[in-house]
């Protein structure tokens, strides 16, 4: 067809319109025409921010992982929710004293009040990245599970900064499937770790200037583009050691 109209439209006219048509086309920007996020924190203000959907995507899945004793960072929501009548002990870690509802303080960056070979699951839901020394954290994480025990952990891919934690202790790292991979691998061992992404260019945008997870379609949230990472997560689990 293409070769047909070509032969009988003479060039001088089907150029121009072939050139318009290949032109691409105006985005309609609307009110995202703006320098300034509809929202700064994340779209906690409007409902649900979407790292926060992705992540108990993640954390449902993998449900069966929570129990026993469970540590978690800052609250104990995602044990109780995820873990029901699985978990027999919940305790909740905080890197300084004042969390009323910890029971550990500790570093995971020093190791230092963190007790080893304890726990059956641990949830780290975007924590390693406000920690400098990441492959620190990592080797006490390990170090803090029991033999057979479960990491969940998330970290952001595409994301604006925490401020509220940089001015507090520090927003240092984004991650990437890759990065994630080889970072838990090397410790838990590549076999023994699953590693998962969220997000596409819509939802990337849509987290970017906080909208919450409810402004979106189920099949928008839903998804998958491997090149745009809004969540990382890792399924890691602590091996057997070796005789």
Partial sequence: MKQFIKQVIPPLVYQPVANWWRKPKPVRWGNLRRVIPVSHVFG?????????????????????????????IADDFYTRRFGGDRVTVSDVLHAVPGNPHATIVGDLATG???????????????????????????????????????????????????????????????????????????VFGAENVTVTTYGNVLTACAFLHGLAAHELRQEELDYHDPDYQVLITVRAVKPEAMS
Avoid at 44 to 72: C, H, M, N, T
Avoid at 137 to 163: C, E, H, M, W
Wanted: proline share 3%; glycine share 8%; with cysteine.
């Fill in 44 to 72: 906690f203000d409007r409902g649900q921010p979407i790292d926060r959907y992705y992540i108990e995507v993640f954390l449902k899945k993998r449900s069966a992982d929570i129990r026993g004793r469970v540590l978690e």
């Fill in 112 to 186: 230092n009040g963190i007790p080893g070979n304890v726990f059956d699951c641990m949830i780290l839901t975007q924590t390693f990245l406000f920690i400098y020394d990441v492959q620190a954290a990592v080797v006490n994480t390990y170090r803090a599970l029991k033999t057979d025990g479960v990491l969940l952990a998330t970290f952001p891919g595409i994301s604006q900064i925490s401020r509220y934690d940089m001015d507090r202790w520090g927003d240092y790292w984004r991650f990437t499937d890759t990065s994630a991979r080889r970072l838990f691998g090397d």
